[in-house]
């Protein structure tokens, strides 16, 4: 079973249009993150979320909307994507609470924007 | 703030060698200190931790010792493979529903 998935693997599309990621954990976590991480390899955090409540939000534009409808899900709602915006975005998630704080990566999506 | 310092890559090894890839970090209090390695094409996965100073994390070969007089967690193995081909990434958690990574080290191991 897959811990964290998400969906879809590569997505290709146009300057100015609307897309999502998905992200799903199984391992029950309570806070789940996303983040990007450009060609050189470096990571940035752009969302937090704990029990569905918006923890860590840093500086990221509003075209980016992230979404919980449930514990087992963050996605990624992204609005006039522009072609800074492609790159690699990874789904995270972890227990903080109980002191496992151990983060888990799921596969990435490599969004390209043409 | 917290941050953390990592070499920069890339690093060429030959098979068989030995290889330390340098983490510093700055934090207030205690934090937990990881590495995480990035196969190509997928995900970061958990490599090794530490929690507190003078634990040592290991896997697969490679440890790192959490040293919080020189705030150090440096990446140690003693003989690398090709298959350890990969980036590499310091990271600590302070408990503040935040993780501070390196911009990450690659490794390219030849054969």
């Known amino acids: 079973d897959t811990a964290v998935s998400q969906t879809p693997k590569y997505l290709v599309t146009q300057m100015g249009n609307d897309k999502s990621i998905k992200c799903e954990q199984n391992?029950?976590?309570?806070?789940m993150y996303w983040y990007k991480q450009d060609s050189k390899k470096f990571l940035k955090i752009m969302f937090s979320?704990?029990?569905?409540?918006?923890?860590i939000n840093e500086t990221v534009p509003n075209r980016f909307s992230p979404k919980s409808p449930d514990k087992a899900h963050l996605n990624l709602h992204i609005n006039s994507l522009e072609l800074g915006d492609s790159a690699v975005y990874f789904c995270?998630?972890?227990?903080?609470?109980?002191?496992?704080?151990?983060?888990?990566f799921g596969p990435g999506t490599r969004l390209t924007v043409l | 703030g917290n941050s953390v310092t990592q070499m920069e890559g890339p690093v060429t090894l030959s098979e068989e060698a030995f290889l330390t890839i340098n983490c510093t970090y700055t934090?207030?209090?205690?934090?937990?200190l990881f590495w995480y390695v990035q196969y190509p094409g997928e995900g970061l996965q958990l490599l090794l931790k530490?929690?507190?100073?003078?634990d040592k994390g290991s896997n697969k070969g490679f440890e790192a010792t959490y040293r919080k007089e020189t705030t150090s967690f440096h990446l140690e193995k003693g003989s690398v493979q090709v298959s350890d081909s990969a980036v590499y990434f310091c990271a600590l958690f302070s408990g503040t529903y935040k993780y501070i990574f390196g911009t990450g080290t690659r490794l390219k191991v030849l054969a």
């Open positions: 995270a998630s972890s227990q903080v609470t109980s002191g496992t704080d151990t983060q888990y």
């Open positions: 979320y704990n029990n569905k409540e918006l923890i």
């Open positions: 530490a929690t507190k100073a003078d």
């Open positions: 934090a207030t209090g205690y934090p937990s």
């Open positions: 391992l029950g976590h309570d806070t």
